[in-house]
């Protein structure tokens, strides 16, 4: 068999948070960066050899597993990434055991296109693509692995936004066209730390949510997608951050790190780390700049559109 070649885009989630998992609708914007693998046939019988790249082309991890039982031989790098790894092409194999279900010999190199702190999804990235190469349901590869709403496996199958939901644990999304006549003020700003999901989903689900909370988050995400001007748009996100932020009992990021942007900002997915949204003007990037944060993306520069 020649090379095989998977790909998956990165995500970031405009609306909708955690209330996801409980039913609301949000938006899920795929990210022009994304993940790559390739799968070559090695030399190597019953060893499935793995490469992880950075989005330098540095190798950050390396790992020997045995086929068809999938254990562990060597590994260069963090013993967490080697076991997780693991277990997800195990689950990938119960899902569907003719998978690796061979002595044959195994390459995979997997390149990420943008910085892991960055939150875009280089877990849901890897989860896709492992269940493309495997012949799979890549939400319940997810499901059976990592957990979470499924937003980002959408995100990394679709080159558009979409709107998705959960409909009692079953994913439902469709494109949307969400694409704002002011996106040229809308910038991206990473916080420089990453936000890990799994704890802030641990501490929204302590929270109690009522159905009219969910109701009034869908209906947010939905006008987002008919929203006209920049100024309707403001209004609709800090709505929707002042909703969330009582919910999680957390103040919203504007009033807690720029009280002084004469902007609108949300956070995006996970509260307390990874991008927000800034909605200002030609002076946002050299605002952020000057507070520490250099990594200040335009909207036009990060998001799919078709």
């Given at each position: 068999?020649?090379?095989?070649?998977?790909?998956?885009?990165?995500?970031?989630?405009?609306?909708?948070?955690?209330?996801?998992?409980?039913?609301?609708?949000?938006?899920?914007?795929?990210?022009?960066?994304?993940?790559?693998?390739?799968?070559?046939?090695?030399?190597?019988?019953?060893?499935?050899?793995?490469?992880?790249?950075?989005?330098?082309?540095?190798?950050?991890?390396?790992?020997?597993?045995?086929?068809?039982?999938?254990?562990?031989?060597?590994?260069?790098?963090?013993?967490?990434?080697?076991?997780?790894?693991?277990?997800?092409?195990?689950?990938?194999?119960?899902?569907?055991?003719?998978?690796?279900?061979?002595?044959?010999?195994?390459?995979?190199?997997?390149?990420?296109?943008?910085?892991?702190?960055?939150?875009?999804?280089?877990?849901?990235?890897?989860?896709?693509?492992?269940?493309?190469?495997?012949?799979?349901?890549?939400?319940?590869?997810?499901?059976?692995?990592?957990?979470?709403?499924?937003?980002?496996?959408?995100?990394?199958?679709?080159?558009?936004?979409?709107?998705?939901?959960?409909?009692?644990?079953?994913?439902?999304?469709?494109?949307?066209?969400?694409?704002?006549?002011?996106?040229?003020?809308?910038?991206?700003?990473?916080?420089?730390k990453k936000q890990v999901s799994s704890e802030g989903i641990k501490a929204y689900k302590r929270k109690k949510v009522n159905q009219d909370t969910i109701r009034d988050i869908s209906n947010l995400s939905n006008s987002l997608l008919s929203?006209?001007?920049?100024?309707?748009?403001?209004?609709?996100?800090?709505?929707?951050?002042?909703?969330?932020?009582?919910?999680?009992?957390?103040?919203?990021?504007?009033?807690?790190?720029?009280?002084?942007?004469?902007?609108?900002?949300?956070?995006?997915?996970?509260?307390?780390?990874?991008?927000?949204?800034?909605?200002?003007?030609?002076?946002?990037?050299?605002?952020f700049n000057e507070k520490g944060f250099q990594t200040v993306i335009p909207y036009v520069s990060m998001i799919k559109q078709t």
């Amino acid at each position: 068999m020649s090379m095989q070649k998977f790909y998956s885009n990165g995500k970031l989630l405009l609306s909708g948070e955690y209330l996801i998992l409980d039913g609301a609708a949000g938006i899920g914007l795929p990210t022009i960066l994304g993940q790559e693998m390739l799968v070559n046939n090695s030399n190597l019988e019953g060893v499935l050899s793995w490469e992880s790249l950075d989005e330098s082309g540095d190798c950050w991890f390396e790992g020997s597993y045995s086929l068809p039982d999938l254990k562990l031989i060597r590994f260069k790098g963090q013993q967490k990434v080697a076991d997780t790894l693991q277990s997800i092409l195990m689950e990938a194999k119960k899902t569907n055991p003719n998978f690796l279900d061979s002595n044959q010999g195994f390459h995979v190199t997997t390149k990420l296109e943008f910085p892991s702190d960055w939150g875009l999804g280089s877990s849901s990235t890897l989860i896709n693509n492992i269940a493309q190469w495997s012949e799979i349901n890549a939400f319940e590869l997810l499901f059976n692995s990592f957990g979470g709403s499924g937003y980002d496996i959408a995100c990394a199958q679709i080159d558009q936004p979409i709107i998705y939901k959960l409909n009692e644990g079953s994913p439902e999304f469709e494109s949307v066209n969400f694409d704002p006549a002011f996106k040229d003020q809308l910038y991206f700003v990473h916080l420089n730390k990453k936000q890990v999901s799994s704890e802030g989903i641990k501490a929204y689900k302590r929270k109690k949510v009522n159905q009219d909370t969910i109701r009034d988050i869908s209906n947010l995400s939905n006008s987002l997608l008919s929203v006209t001007s920049l100024d309707a748009f403001n209004e609709i996100i800090k709505k929707h951050e002042s909703i969330v932020g009582g919910l999680l009992g957390i103040e919203p990021v504007q009033q807690r790190l720029f009280p002084d942007f004469l902007g609108q900002i949300k956070s995006l997915g996970a509260w307390g780390g990874d991008f927000i949204l800034a909605s200002g003007d030609t002076s946002t990037k050299a605002y952020f700049n000057e507070k520490g944060f250099q990594t200040v993306i335009p909207y036009v520069s990060m998001i799919k559109q078709t």
